[in-house]
């Protein structure tokens, strides 16, 4: 079966950094491409960073060079590493993984984390 | 960035009604289009990928459908479980991106 755990969320000040975690098991984490994808409250959802299976590696604009993606093959695991957090960064962060299709990845989300809370306050 | 459009924001009928969600594209999609169903407290979970393709274990009551710039998730006979939140959200173009979200609600 098919599971995502995240972990490493909190409350964090402005200015902080925070390091999430998803631990995957049910599938091999390194021959999907894995994404993180955030949901502010009450809000809607914003794709937020994936590393391809070949270590491609992509980020929205809203978080470009404050946040990095990285994954560990041994521990199966995807991560995601805050810095320079704001305030509009608070959010319920999910890992999520790309669909297969005839053995292609297709940018679609079929499998979800349950989502681990960031709040960034002061 | 595409920015996807949904309609109605809210959506409000009775158990064993006929749905009908729709989601606009600001450029063309082709097919690249899925749906997904979220409920409060719950990560969203996927319906349909590439517009009309049902996810697996999705009951065949959930239905896709359009291209280009237009889409629709049918579902055709309400069940209580289907009150939620649907979101659809494109591939066709970097990066992915979601639509606001039509919120169904029970009447």
């Known amino acids: 079966e098919v599971q995502l755990v995240e972990s490493g969320g909190g409350l964090v000040k402005p200015g902080g950094s925070l390091r999430l975690s998803c631990e995957a098991s049910?599938?091999?984490?390194?021959?999907?491409?894995m994404n993180w994808v955030r949901q502010a409250p009450g809000k809607g959802l914003e794709w937020v960073s994936c590393?391809?299976?070949?270590?491609?590696?992509y980020y929205a604009d809203s978080v470009k060079g404050r946040f990095t993606i990285s994954r560990d093959i041994a521990k199966n695991s995807l991560y995601l590493q805050m810095n320079s957090l704001r305030d509009e960064d608070t959010a319920v962060y999910y890992c999520?993984?790309?669909?297969?299709?005839?053995?292609?990845?297709?940018?679609?989300?079929?499998?979800w984390g349950q989502g681990t809370l960031v709040t960034v306050s002061s | 960035e595409i920015v996807l459009t949904q309609s109605p924001a809210t959506l409000s009928l009775s158990p064993g009604e006929r749905a009908t969600l729709s989601c606009r594209a600001s450029?063309?999609?082709?097919?690249?289009l899925a749906w997904y169903q979220q409920k409060p407290g719950q990560a969203p979970r996927l319906l349909i990928y590439d517009a009309s393709n049902r996810a697996t274990g999705i009951p065949a009551r959930f239905s896709g459908s359009g291209s280009g710039t237009d889409f629709t998730l049918t579902i055709s006979s309400l069940e209580p479980e289907d009150f939620a939140v649907y979101y659809c959200q494109q591939r066709s173009n970097w990066p992915p991106t979601f639509g606001q979200g039509t919120k169904l609600e029970i009447k």
């Open positions: 999520a993984r790309d669909l297969m299709v005839r053995g292609v990845l297709i940018n679609t989300f079929d499998y």
């Open positions: 590393i391809s299976d070949s270590s491609y590696i």
């Open positions: 450029q063309s999609l082709s097919s690249y």
């Open positions: 049910g599938f091999t984490l390194s021959s999907y491409r």
